[in-house]
């Protein structure tokens, strides 16, 4: 198993890889940098042959688009950045690995959206580069199943839950959030080992439940 790393100074997957040695490889990875992306694919490269599942996790929300309206001054570059990361991050590190996932048996790929991507269902008027963002890679999950789905893969996007994370850079500001990291990861997980395509619908909550677009 491979995880990727952007925080250095973080060294929850270094401790994690000391309990369960051999079983989980830490790579430097920044998914807003295309050389970090493909640099990091060489690496699992040279050490595997396949991929059976592809985790896209990575994702931030700026402070300054927490309660910004279109009525407020709009941080132009932040929403850049924003979709930078969340949404053509997990194209760059698809398409990094496609060849790996592609030579895989039982192949799975999981794009980590929100909530906050559902047109149908959004009903706030603030967090507009993040809820964009998301909304895109609700896109960019259809889109490759368009392309995957009849080669195998099984593609799902899923919106993981309110999370008690670092979304804004502060926990404080996601404190009252009812999940914790790791209870979010393992639904997420049940879902993702557990769940068959039966149809082209590919968002999905944490409870495996569709949800709409």
């Known amino acids: 198993?491979?995880?990727?790393?952007?925080?250095?100074?973080?060294?929850?997957?270094?401790?994690?890889?000391?309990?369960?040695?051999?079983a989980l490889r830490v790579i430097s990875l920044d998914v807003s940098d295309t050389a970090s992306v493909n640099a990091a694919a060489v690496k699992i490269a040279a050490e595997t042959d396949r991929l059976n599942l592809v985790v896209n996790n990575a994702g931030i929300a700026l402070v300054n688009d927490k309660?910004?309206?279109?009525?407020?001054?709009?941080?132009y570059d932040g929403i850049i950045q924003t979709f930078n990361v969340n949404a053509l991050g997990m194209l760059r590190v698809t398409k990094s690995v496609l060849n790996l996932l592609l030579n895989a048996e039982d192949k799975r790929l999981v794009n980590i959206t929100s909530l906050a991507g559902?047109?149908?269902?959004?009903?706030?008027?603030n967090q507009i580069g993040y809820t964009?963002?998301?909304?895109?890679?609700?896109?960019?999950?259809?889109?490759?199943?368009n392309s995957l789905n009849p080669k195998g893969v099984k593609v799902f996007a899923i919106h993981p839950g309110w999370i008690h994370t670092q979304l804004f850079g502060d926990p404080e500001l996601m404190k009252d959030a009812p999940f914790k990291a790791h209870e979010g990861a393992a639904l997420v997980l049940d879902f993702t080992l557990n769940a068959e395509q039966d149809n082209d619908h590919v968002f999905f909550g944490n409870d495996g439940k569709p949800m709409a677009y």
């Open 118 to 125: 559902s047109v149908k269902l959004l009903t706030r008027k």
């Open 1 to 22: 198993m491979f995880a990727g790393s952007y925080l250095s100074e973080r060294k929850e997957l270094e401790r994690l890889a000391g309990i369960y040695p051999g």
């Open 132 to 145: 964009m963002s998301k909304a895109a890679g609700n896109m960019q999950t259809k889109l490759l199943y």
């Open 67 to 75: 309660e910004a309206t279109i009525f407020d001054d709009i941080d």
